[in-house]
């Protein structure tokens, strides 16, 4: 699976330009699905079963863009500024380098800040190598995501866009293996989460499903920054969502899921994300 991770997390898609991890995300699933199709925002539905009487109409929801940056301004010589896509932090960007969707690589640079003074994204500029407006090969308007390969370091990973390709790759991974089903179900691999649920919002207006999950990453609360502040731990198992700042879980749900993780034996957590939401 972690060849999937690798080749899902390190093809770009920035919020609304997914074609590319689309593509791949349909290869994948191949013809595991009983029918594939795109919706009108671009996401990817992946339809598995039929309902029967007593089954129900079901949507499972991974998106699959990124967070990225969009070009505003192009000045002279060649240097370029930028809005973000998404949560960004600036001082994870300075010295990072930029893919665009035409292929176009570049380095993130700074301007010269007073000493202690924390950077705005209005501080940072992009250099692609061009020396003037005329032979700079991006424009206005143009999109990049973050170029950073995909390490492996046995029982962690390392990788941008960690959110959400990883959760893609579980729902890819559960659809291969759903052989037979009573129920109708919809694996959405959804566009534009990360600048407002757009493309899983867009998708169950159309889907109407009867029961719905959302699958992402979220915060770990084992670390200096957290610690004791969130109940969840990297590798102590899923974390079954109770709310987040974009809505509250059924709790007949989420102590469904609780009781099923532990008829099976399975570690869970439980999470209450007071910042951040996601498809669900």
């Not at 309902?51 to 060649?78: N, P, Y």
């Not at 940072?124 to 370091?153: H, M, N, W, Y």
């Not at 959405?188 to 009867?210: C, H, K, M, N, W």
Request: proline share 5%.
């Amino acid at each position: 699976m972690k060849s999937l991770i690798k080749q899902l997390v390190e093809t770009p898609g920035p919020s609304g330009f997914e074609y590319e991890i689309r593509d791949v995300i349909r290869e994948a699933i191949g013809d595991a699905a009983d029918e594939l199709r795109v919706d009108a925002l671009g996401s990817l539905i992946a339809k598995k079963g039929v309902k029967t009487e007593q089954g129900l109409r079901v949507m499972i929801s991974a998106h699959i863009d990124e967070i990225g940056l969009m070009v505003t301004h192009v000045d002279d010589r060649g240097f370029l500024r930028f809005t973000n896509i998404g949560g960004i932090n600036p001082l994870t960007c300075y010295g990072g380098r930029v893919l665009f969707m035409d292929g176009t690589r570049g380095v993130i640079g700074m301007d010269s800040i007073e000493s202690g003074k924390t950077p705005k994204l209005t501080d940072l500029f992009i250099d692609v190598g061009a020396t003037s407006k005329e032979d700079c090969p991006v424009k206005v308007g143009d999109v990049c995501g973050f170029e950073r390969p995909f390490i492996d370091l046995g029982k962690r990973m390392v990788a941008k866009s960690m959110d959400d390709r990883v959760a893609a790759a579980v729902a890819i991974e559960v659809l291969r293996r759903l052989e037979s089903t009573p129920h109708e179900v919809h694996f959405v691999f959804s566009t534009q989460e990360e600048v407002g649920l757009r493309g899983a919002t867009t998708a169950a207006y159309g889907i109407d499903p009867d029961l719905g999950f959302a699958i992402d990453v979220t915060r770990s609360g084992d670390t200096p920054r957290f610690s004791p502040k969130m109940a969840t731990a990297l590798g102590d198992g899923p974390a079954i969502k109770v709310r987040d700042s974009s809505f509250i879980a059924d709790p007949r749900l989420v102590d469904w899921m609780i009781k099923a993780a532990e008829e099976a034996g399975l570690p869970y957590q439980l999470e209450v994300l007071e910042a951040g939401g996601t498809d669900g």
